[in-house]
């Protein structure tokens, strides 16, 4: 008898009955398992120990062969026991003094070596099952990594400077000044330039995700970088369109080499030709635990995107070029890869705050929210980068809602070979930097011609002709935004957001000087006895002992006062005023310190 099924899950447990002459049925055989073509690694035992009673084990593995360091993800969730009761333990020895407990159990491999994994599963009335299985973790000889790596060149670079194509791999552990720049930019599919504030002789750039404005899949594309700034756009990959929403992404760009923070803490940037083999990349010299590493492909030599995968340990990390999944055997030419690895902490760099989290949270394709190790004063510049290789489809991180507090973050497959985009739980690591002045939420009004809004892409809001904030949306006509609080005169104006992310014509000018002193209103309250309302003609506010304001209404029990903000500690009192105008005694006294 054959029979053509759709295997939803994997493994797929099926039984076997016999069906006699009057229709009835024989008793459902013991389960036994099918596994869907192209499944991960999966071993099935029954019965090892000899009896039938003994529970089936299911095992499947992600990885059983790879360079350190190497996480491989075990699942044992579809064993089953053959008698009533379930299972009731899952024992695990991964064969290098480590072991486990769990159905579902990750474990990383950092020593070279063939380990001997041994899974035991136990029933609820006491019958074992084992299984072993064998996990080949290898070192990357140096050869791998080509000789003079970091001279790949870019065709289209080819007025860059020697930026970022000094060979990481060179030992010369010399600490170097930082010199670091954060910052945001608004990228579409057309080629953008980005200027450095300050000139770099060897830049290393590397960028946070893109939002999510389009929900399209795409990845970051970077070339020409100079001592003076790169460029930078949105690209598509192969299967879509090749038209694509403007995001807005975070970029750091930092001295190359190894750099030692106020808190002993250390960075380090580098650069090295990456491609389509796992490479091991060291460190110039270890870490003290693992760090973030973020990294950037600053090179366009395919004409087809692609991206890097990472996996850092503290003395290094291992590397891999990809394209979409339909190119897997497609030859690519190799990538200059500029990456920065920063030691975790959190703590303050100059005014920002800095905050970098190795092992941040296990994300998959779905959103999910990320909570801050603290909280900023205001939403950071993030950097998110997948820290492992637990599956292997070509994946990116996207950036949802970015508050002071969290972040939305999602795994994003391409679809260029197939339409599923599931993936599997990757560690996840941040970098955020935000400021630690002084902020103000300002909200801003404007009005807008109707006739003009299918000409127009949102609006976006400057001070003192830098970008402050921005919205999408066309109909929008009120922006809040954070600012950092400034000393002296702020001039603010908006500006229509045009195709290809052009600014239109701006706005009147509103000037902002925090330096004068500011007229606001202040509400007080108070308690009086009704009854002695008849003898007196009203209330006085006082602050340090001057009337500020007054009302003759003996009914009054709430006063707003117009007043300019106090720069120092001033006292608050109400006082009755009686018929003759004289003052009552002062009520309990309010302290404001500014």
């Not at 999966?42 to 593995?61: K, R």
């Not at 379930?86 to 063939?114: K, Q």
């Not at 990116?396 to 508050?403: A, C, E, V």
Request: with cysteine; charged share 20%; proline share 4%.
């Amino acid at each position: 008898m054959d029979c053509t099924v759709t295997l939803e899950s994997d493994p797929t447990n099926f039984t076997l009955t016999a069906t006699f002459a009057d229709g009835t049925e024989s008793p459902h055989s013991a389960p036994f398992a099918f596994f869907k073509t192209g499944s991960t690694d999966t071993d099935t035992v029954n019965a090892s120990e000899g009896t039938d009673s003994a529970p089936v084990i299911v095992l499947t593995a992600s990885l059983a062969e790879d360079i350190s360091p190497l996480t491989v993800s075990f699942d044992a969730s579809n064993s089953y026991a053959l008698l009533q009761g379930g299972l009731s333990s899952y024992t695990w020895n991964f064969g290098d003094e480590n072991s486990g407990e769990g159905a579902l159990i990750t474990h990383t491999y950092t020593t070279a070596g063939t380990y001997t994994v041994l899974l035991v599963v136990t029933d609820s009335l006491g019958n074992q099952s084992s299984l072993s299985k064998q996990v080949v973790v290898s070192d990357v000889d140096s050869t791998t990594v080509p000789e003079n790596a970091a001279q790949a060149s870019d065709p289209e670079n080819s007025d860059a400077s020697d930026g970022g194509t000094t060979d990481s791999a060179s030992g010369d552990s010399a600490l170097v000044n930082l010199h670091l720049e954060v910052g945001d930019v608004v990228v579409t599919t057309a080629w953008n330039h980005v200027s450095f504030e300050e000139p770099y002789e060897q830049p290393i750039v590397v960028t946070g995700p893109p939002s999510s404005r389009d929900a399209d899949p795409c990845v970051v594309r970077i070339r020409n970088v100079t001592s003076e700034g790169f460029d930078i756009r949105i690209a598509e990959w192969t299967n879509q369109d090749g038209v694509h929403d403007a995001e807005r992404l975070s970029y750091l760009v930092l001295e190359e080499g190894r750099s030692l923070l106020e808190d002993g803490s250390m960075v380090e940037a580098g650069a090295f030709a990456g491609n389509t083999t796992w490479q091991n990349i060291p460190f110039l010299s270890s870490f003290p635990s693992v760090p973030v590493v973020l990294a950037s492909v600053c090179s366009i030599n395919n004409d087809l995107p692609v991206i890097g995968r990472g996996v850092p340990s503290t003395s290094g990390f291992s590397f891999l070029l990809q394209g979409a999944e339909s190119e897997k055997n497609t030859e690519k030419a190799e990538e200059i890869v500029h990456y920065v690895a920063w030691e975790p902490g959190q703590g303050e760099l100059g005014d920002a705050q800095v905050e970098a989290v190795s092992e941040a949270a296990t994300l998959t394709d779905a959103w999910e929210e990320v909570a801050f190790a603290e909280n900023f004063l205001q939403a950071p510049a993030l950097f998110v980068a997948i820290q492992s290789k637990l599956g292997m489809d070509t994946v990116t991180p996207r950036l949802g809602n970015i508050s002071r507090e969290k972040c939305k973050v999602q795994l994003q497959e391409e679809q260029s070979l197939d339409e599923e985009t599931s993936h599997i739980g990757e560690q996840v690591a941040y970098l955020a930097f935000a400021a630690t002045a002084p902020v103000r939420l300002a909200t801003f009004n404007w009005t807008y011609n109707q006739d003009y809004k299918d000409e127009i892409l949102g609006f976006r809001v400057f001070a003192n002709d830098e970008e402050l904030c921005d919205t999408y949306d066309i109909e929008a006509r009120s922006l809040s935004c954070i600012m950092i609080e400034s000393a002296g005169e702020t001039r603010f104006s908006i500006a229509t957001i045009d195709a290809e992310d052009d600014l239109g014509a701006t706005s009147n000018i509103i000037s902002y000087n925090t330096g004068a002193a500011s007229p606001r209103l202040a509400t007080f309250s108070w308690d009086f006895e009704q009854t002695e309302e008849k003898s007196i003609a009203g209330f006085a506010i006082l602050v340090d002992g001057k009337t500020l304001c007054s009302t003759d209404d003996p009914s009054a029990r709430e006063l707003t006062c117009t007043m300019n903000q106090p720069t120092e500690t001033a006292s608050f009192t109400v006082r009755a005023i009686v018929n003759e105008g004289e003052l009552s005694a002062s009520s309990n006294s309010i302290t404001y310190t500014p």
